[in-house]
């Protein structure tokens, strides 16, 4: 008896009454996960007519690569359930998102373990090995198949990393690795595997997510796509994944819906105000490009009281490039954060204020900003109002963000 049976092995094999004369060959089989989510619970054997027998697990005395000898042959006709998931009609050649691999592959054939009668799922295949073994099966020998096949290192996913996200109304079932392994990677993996997914697929995997990865993939994924995703989302999930953008790119998505759709989703944020207010700007300004997400302190504040401000705003620090200080409500100086770490608490910002107080007003066009990035080399550009006022910044990633749209 073999240790490891594979689907396309599985498929064809004899099925042998008590007497050892064959009842038919083995077409597809099936798994029940509400009873047993590994164990092929069915096997679905015809004959050259056109009906099919069920062979239940419990039926089965022995598997072998010759065939497969019954202990009980009193079979029933097969009757669709919607609980099976049939392992050739469900499962071989669907998409299933391979985590470790970053991308999203085809199911090409499972991988069972011999267990007594029993089978049970190991894991799905999705390397060359197991294209070769589709290829070969009914052309060669199975043996000739498995010496061929051992060069090959095997590609899988194993079984228990994997589980539906969504069936569609022809039961064809799609698979993903389970939500903690895609959460673990960086959105931009998240946004190319969301990418390479159909419609159903994408909205599933995103519902799915975190609001806060959600947000954080969303924001990686083409504008067309954003949009075609957010329609299709419960208004309700879409508010609370944009609530977690930046509120100037939040904008920008919610630019690329239908008003009507827009309208709902806005209505349902906690940053509604904000983002409305940014969406007044014009397209091609700098008031579109900007965040409004920044930390401005009184040109006599100290490291110490920066120090203080950062600790009171820690999810800020992370994509925090530089403090600003204002007198009078105008703008006047900016404080690389680097310089903060080496100097005194009762250090002066002013005295650590960078030469280049380069800003701009917040009717610019986008295309002086990308100018002023690539002049002064800069990681942030302050944007002011008419009054001289800061109202947002421009960060080097929001200027790559553009020139890949263009």
Request: net charge negative; proline share 4%.
């Amino acid at each position: 008896m073999a240790d490891i049976l594979y689907l396309t092995e599985l498929l064809g094999l004899q099925v042998f009454d008590l007497k050892g004369r064959v009842l038919g060959r083995v077409r597809d089989a099936a798994i029940v996960p509400l009873i047993d989510p590994q164990r092929v619970d069915r096997f679905l054997i015809g004959g050259n007519g056109t009906s099919w027998l069920t062979v239940r697990h419990d039926q089965i005395q022995r598997i072998q690569l010759t065939g497969i000898q019954l202990r009980d042959e009193v079979l029933t006709p097969y009757h669709n359930d919607e609980y099976m998931l049939r392992l050739v009609r469900d499962l071989l050649d669907q998409q299933i998102i391979d985590a470790q691999g970053r991308k999203v592959v085809r199911v090409t054939d499972v991988t069972f373990t011999v267990e007594g009668p029993e089978l049970k799922v190991l894991e799905v295949d999705v390397g060359l090995r197991s294209v070769l073994r589709r290829l070969a099966q009914g052309v060669l020998p199975r043996d000739w198949i498995r010496s061929l096949q051992s060069p090959i290192a095997p590609q899988s996913i194993s079984w228990q990393f994997c589980n539906i996200v969504e069936p569609d109304p022809q039961r064809r079932l799609r698979l993903n690795i389970t939500n903690n392994f895609l959460e673990k990677m960086h959105p931009a993996d998240i946004a190319d595997i969301v990418e390479e997914l159909g419609p159903e697929d994408r909205e599933a995997i995103i519902a799915s997510l975190d609001e806060e990865v959600a947000a954080e993939a969303l924001s990686e994924v083409d504008p067309d796509m954003q949009a075609s995703i957010l329609e299709a989302l419960e208004t309700e999930k879409a508010a609370d994944i944009m609530d977690e953008m930046d509120p100037g790119e939040a904008a920008d998505v919610l630019a690329e819906l239908e008003d009507e759709r827009a309208d709902e989703i806005m209505h349902e944020m906690e940053a509604e105000e904000e983002v409305t207010e940014l969406l007044e700007f014009a397209e091609d300004s700098a008031g579109r490009l900007m965040s409004t997400e920044f930390v401005e302190l009184p040109g006599d504040a100290t490291v110490a009281m920066a120090v203080r401000q950062l600790k009171e705003n820690p999810e800020s620090i992370e994509a925090l490039q530089a403090i600003y200080l204002h007198s009078g409500g105008k703008l006047t100086a900016t404080v690389p954060l680097a310089r903060l770490l080496l100097a005194q608490g009762d250090t002066l910002l002013t005295k650590l204020a960078a030469e280049n107080s380069t800003r701009i007003k917040v009717d610019a066009k986008q295309s002086r900003v990308v100018e002023l990035f690539d002049k002064y080399n800069l990681l942030e550009l302050p944007v002011v109002d008419a009054d001289e006022r800061m109202v947002g910044v421009i960060t080097a990633d929001d200027v790559i963000t553009l020139l890949r749209d263009q």
